[in-house]
């Protein structure tokens, strides 16, 4: 192999690592979060104990909300498969989570137009041309 070929693999192999570790840690973050979220929302955990709550548990898709009628009862149900929990709420429940999400939403967005560059963050208001006259 040449020489000079061999560092440059080197350093593609590192970044592809550093890659990788930060987007499983950016979905572990977004797990727990959603975790956090439901709970404050009202969801409690079950643990599936009886054959239709495992047959039900093994159908579900992992962390992801989802929505299960069971006879003729609604559901909105997440998975967590780490933990072999799922976290079970109803309407209610999955309305508050809806809107502490847009919450958090909204929070994150005040906070990252708080940290632009105050330069910049005080001519977003004039992205698309002066809005008056300037003396």
């Given at each position: 192999?040449?020489?000079?070929?061999?560092?440059?693999?080197?350093?593609?192999?590192?970044?592809?690592?550093?890659?990788?570790?930060?987007?499983?840690?950016?979905?572990?973050?977004?797990?727990?979060?959603?975790?956090?979220?439901?709970?404050a929302?009202?969801?409690?955990t079950?643990?599936?104990q009886?054959?239709?709550?495992?047959?039900?548990?093994?159908?579900?898709?992992?962390?992801?909300?989802?929505?299960v009628?069971?006879?003729?009862?609604?559901?909105?149900?997440?998975?967590?498969e780490?933990?072999?929990?799922?976290?079970?709420?109803?309407?209610?429940?999955y309305q508050?989570?809806?809107?502490?999400?847009?919450?958090?939403?909204?929070?994150q967005?005040?906070?990252?137009?708080t940290?632009?560059?105050?330069?910049?963050?005080?001519?977003?208001?004039?992205?698309?041309g002066?809005?008056?006259?300037?003396?």
């Amino acid at each position: 192999m040449n020489s000079k070929k061999q560092p440059i693999i080197v350093v593609i192999i590192v970044a592809a690592a550093a890659a990788v570790s930060f987007f499983t840690s950016c979905a572990e973050m977004e797990s727990n979060n959603t975790k956090s979220l439901l709970s404050a929302a009202g969801f409690h955990t079950l643990t599936p104990q009886t054959a239709q709550q495992k047959e039900i548990y093994a159908a579900l898709a992992a962390d992801k909300v989802q929505r299960v009628t069971v006879k003729s009862r609604t559901a909105y149900v997440f998975k967590d498969e780490k933990a072999g929990v799922a976290y079970v709420g109803h309407e209610a429940e999955y309305q508050r989570y809806k809107n502490l999400c847009i919450q958090q939403q909204i929070a994150q967005d005040y906070y990252m137009a708080t940290a632009m560059d105050p330069y910049w963050s005080h001519r977003w208001s004039g992205a698309w041309g002066y809005r008056g006259m300037w003396w």
